[in-house]
């Protein structure tokens, strides 16, 4: 059976609303107060399987003559290749079917290699090559441009021909989890005679996902739309913080700096491209018609649901927004194309971020930038409190998934919480 049939049972019980049944198996790298060491696993319904204790104990094959899952990060499995990717799933799955003896009788070796989630540690999954923020949503780019420049010039010309990106930093993409600080920087607010150095007032989230580039090319290649699909090993989700009073400040004439580069988060599990290949729908109509390098044809986008929550500190969750990554303009494949059009190399390991992810209605903004028009319009929390943008202490969780036939196909979490400046 493909690892992707709905009828597909696991002997480890998994509810029916989990995000993690057999036809998922997001990877992950964790570690345990057992054994700090980190390694890969996938998550299946409440436990993480351990990938490098099945390996080593022969139920698995390995994929290379070094194991590629008793590694601190996904980058050695990607570096097998696609063909690769696919086997291991395959085998994967199988020692979970529900009428495979190998693990499910191994009570030993079983209870070694699955774990409660809640007991495990969870880790940056992919060291990162580069980051690659994208500004892919049409009714995103709108809203903003509409804010800063009015309706009639909401979208820049060159907006509609190509996607339009900046390289971000690698080295402040953290794990879900971690703690945000709130940055400093330049701020030049309207009444200031001169720019001030302080911590940001209006700090953002984007609601975004993560493309994981799983393969390299060299430097003056470049990849057609097909290629640039089959590059991608999986997605995550994302969210790239954002301090709008510095990047307001800083970002003309060259675009965003350390109005982001502060912090971005990313996801603990890697949902692999082959798990939502049933979730691939078409886009939205492209006019004008793309130049030929970025012309697509069939399914690139995913129909993947998502949700934005908020909680101040000490107080309850509040659902702020809904939205869906099959509303992006440009997909990832004309990205990652267009990304290397110029000769630019691709790296295993390359994190490239989709572009704030908004629908059509303000209940579906991915930004508070929107979803409080440039802080005018205040939200209101479960518990009565107000939110422009966000304050210290405050926790902000996205949350996406697919909807299978009786199963769902989820991307866990991408969490955060606000801490003050130093």
Known sequence: MHPNDPSLRSFVDVAKDSGFPIQNLPYGVFSTTSDSRPRVGVAIGDYVLDLAAVEEAGIIPRMSAQSVFR?????ALMA?????WSIARKHISAILRHDNAKLRDASALRNRALIQLDKVTMHL???VAGYTDFYSSREHATNVGTMFRGPENALNENWLWMPIGYNGRASTIIVSGSPVKRPKGQIKGPDFPKPMFMPS???DIELEMAAIVGANTPVGSSLT???AQYSIFGFSLLNDWSARDIQQWEYVPLGPFQGKAFATSIGAWVVT???LEPFRVAGPKQEPAPLDYLTQTGAHNYDIQLEVELTPKGGKPTSISHSNFKHMYWSTAQQIAHHSSSGCAMRIGDVIGSGTISGSDKGSYGSLLELTWGGKEPITLAD???RTFLEDGDTVSMRGFCQGEGYR????EVTGEIVAAD
């Open 71 to 75: 590694q601190p990060s996904l980058n």
């Open 80 to 84: 097998s290749g696609g063909y690769s």
């Open 125 to 127: 999954p992919v060291t």
């Open 201 to 203: 007032r209006r700090l």
């Open 225 to 227: 739309i097909d290629q």
């Open 273 to 275: 491209t082959e798990a």
């Open 384 to 386: 009565g409190a107000k």
């Open 409 to 412: 196909i989820g991307l866990g």
